[in-house]
C-alpha cells in the first residue's frame, strides 16, 4: 500500500494577488473560528498597495506556504519605519507543530536581516494561545515579550499640579538622560532618539512646572501609538502617570483619532495595571527582538 505524500512549497511575493487575498482570508476565518480570536491582518490595505503600486520595489513581504495548492501557512512583513520590521502570520490548525511556520518564518526573518531593520517586532494575538506559545518559544531564546494594548474606553484622571509641555530644544538633553536611564537597549538601538529629537510629538510632564517624567506620540494616519512614558521615581505612585496619560488621551482625541494603542513588557505589572486602568486591554503579544537571527 502506498501513502500519497502531499506536495508542499513555498511562495515568496512582494503584493498579494487577489487570489492571494481570498485565499488568506479562508485561512484567517479559520483560525478565529478554531482559536476563537479575532485577527485582522489588514488585508484590504495590502492587496490595494498592489493595485496602486507603479513601481516594484524588489522587496518581499509575503510568505506562503501550500499543501496540495491549499495555503496552510502565511506570514506578513510590515515595516513600521525607524529601520523597525513587523513580522505577522496564520497556520492552519491541523498543520501546526509540524515545523512549517518555523520554516516560513526563517525566510521571513532573512528578508528583515536583508533590509537592514536593526528591530523586529513577532505579533500575535493575546487570545490566541497557538501564538503566544510560538512567541514564548521563541522569546526564551532571544528576545523579550510585550503586550500590544488598545485603548477601549476613556478613563478621566485628573491632577490640578500636571500638565503636558510640548519639548522644545533645551529638552533635549533631559530627554536623551530619561532615554538611558529607563530604555537602554532602545535608546542604543535608535528606536526613540530619531523621534524624540525632532521633538514633534514628545512633551515634557511637568509638576507645577517641574519636569517628573516624559511621553512620546507618533501618529500614522487614523492611529495613534504612545510610547516612551517615564515618570521619575521619586514622583511615582502619586497618580501622576493617570493624570499625564489622561492628558496625552485628550491631545490624541483633539484630532479627531480614537484608535490608540501603545506597547509594554509583559512582566512590567505596575505598567500594565498602570494602563488597565486608563482604559487599555492587551490585543496582541509581540516579540521584540535586535535581530541578528531567529
Known amino acids: 500500500m502506498c501513502e500519497k505524500v502531499p506536495k508542499q512549497f513555498i511562495c515568496l511575493e512582494e503584493f498579494i494577488s487577489e487570489k492571494e487575498y481570498k485565499q488568506i ?3 484567517q476565518d479559520l483560525c478565529n473560528i478554531n482559536d476563537k480570536t479575532n485577527i485582522k491582518l489588514e488585508l484590504d490595505r495590502r492587496v490595494n498597495m498592489n493595485r496602486s503600486s507603479e513601481t516594484r520595489l524588489n522587496e518581499i513581504n509575503e510568505f506562503f506556504y501550500y499543501v496540495d495548492e491549499v495555503l496552510v501557512a502565511y506570514i506578513q512583513i510590515s515595516s513600521l519605519g525607524n529601520n523597525i520590521g513587523e513580522i505577522n502570520g496564520l497556520i492552519h490548525p491541523h498543520w501546526r507543530n509540524k515545523g512549517l511556520f518555523s520554516r516560513l518564518l ?3 526573518a532573512e528578508e528583515c536581516r536583508n533590509r537592514k531593520f ?7 494575538e493575546a487570545q490566541s494561545s497557538y501564538g503566544v506559545d510560538f512567541i514564548n518559544i521563541v522569546g526564551r531564546k532571544f528576545a523579550f515579550l510585550e503586550y500590544r494594548m488598545k485603548l477601549v474606553k476613556k478613563v478621566t484622571f485628573q491632577h490640578s499640579g500636571i500638565s503636558l509641555r510640548k519639548a522644545e530644544e533645551f529638552d533635549l538633553q533631559e530627554i536623551q538622560r530619561q532615554n538611558i536611564l529607563f530604555f ?3 535608546y542604543i538601538n535608535n528606536s526613540f532618539l530619531q523621534q524624540e529629537q525632532e521633538k514633534q510629538n514628545t512633551y515634557m510632564i511637568e509638576l ?3 519636569v ?5 506620540i507618533d501618529y ?10 517615564v515618570i521619575l521615581p521619586n514622583f511615582r505612585r502619586k497618580g501622576y502617570a493617570k493624570a499625564a496619560l489622561s492628558k496625552a488621551i485628550d491631545l490624541i ?3 479627531n483619532i480614537n484608535n490608540i494603542e501603545l506597547d509594554v513588557e509583559c512582566n512590567n505589572i505596575s505598567a500594565l495595571n498602570l494602563y488597565k486602568a486608563c482604559g487599555f486591554e492587551e490585543k496582541s503579544v509581540l516579540l521584540t527582538k535586535f535581530p541578528e537571527k531567529i
Open 118 to 124: 536593526t528591530k523586529l517586532v513577532l505579533l500575535s
Open 253 to 255: 482625541k483633539e484630532k
Open 220 to 229: 500614522s494616519d487614523n492611529s495613534a501609538y504612545i510610547f516612551g512614558v
Open 184 to 186: 537602554y537597549d532602545e
Open 208 to 210: 507645577r512646572e517641574q
Open 25 to 27: 482570508n479562508e485561512l
Open 106 to 108: 526563517g525566510f521571513a
Open 212 to 216: 517628573i517624567g516624559k511621553i512620546s
